[in-house]
């Protein structure tokens, strides 16, 4: 089991970066696929990015493709996802998520907003 905590969410402008963390608690982090959703205020959540266990792998959702990129660092049990050129669009609660076989395991959540 693992417990997820995002950070580094923050007011910003358009065209700026942020830096997200998210550090697992618990053991077998590399067990886990590890994923960033968010959800915008009324609207469904969403899917961002995706990494694969050993990071070999990423899938992004069309909508950050070529500006977000996801990353992990197995020995600190932690998953990144650096956002640039962050549109208002952007602006939105993202959740880390720790994902191993039908197991799923969120954070609280960190608040991302983009001011035109």
């Known amino acids: 089991q693992v417990q997820p905590v995002e950070s580094g969410g923050g007011l910003v402008q358009a065209g700026d970066s942020l830096r997200l963390s998210c550090v697992a608690s618990?053991?077998?982090?590399?067990?886990?696929?590890m994923g960033w959703i968010r959800q915008a205020a009324g609207k469904e959540r969403e899917f961002v990015a995706v990494i694969s266990r050993d990071g070999g792998w990423t899938h992004y959702a069309d909508s950050v493709k070529g500006r977000f990129t996801i990353s992990r660092d197995n020995a600190k049990n932690t998953v990144y996802l650096q956002m640039n050129g962050l549109k208002p669009e952007d602006t939105a609660v993202y959740y880390c998520?720790?994902?191993?076989?039908?197991?799923?395991?969120w954070g609280q959540g960190t608040q991302v907003t983009v001011s035109s």
């Open positions: 998520n720790a994902v191993r076989s039908n197991t799923n395991y």
């Open positions: 618990g053991r077998a982090f590399d067990d886990y696929a």
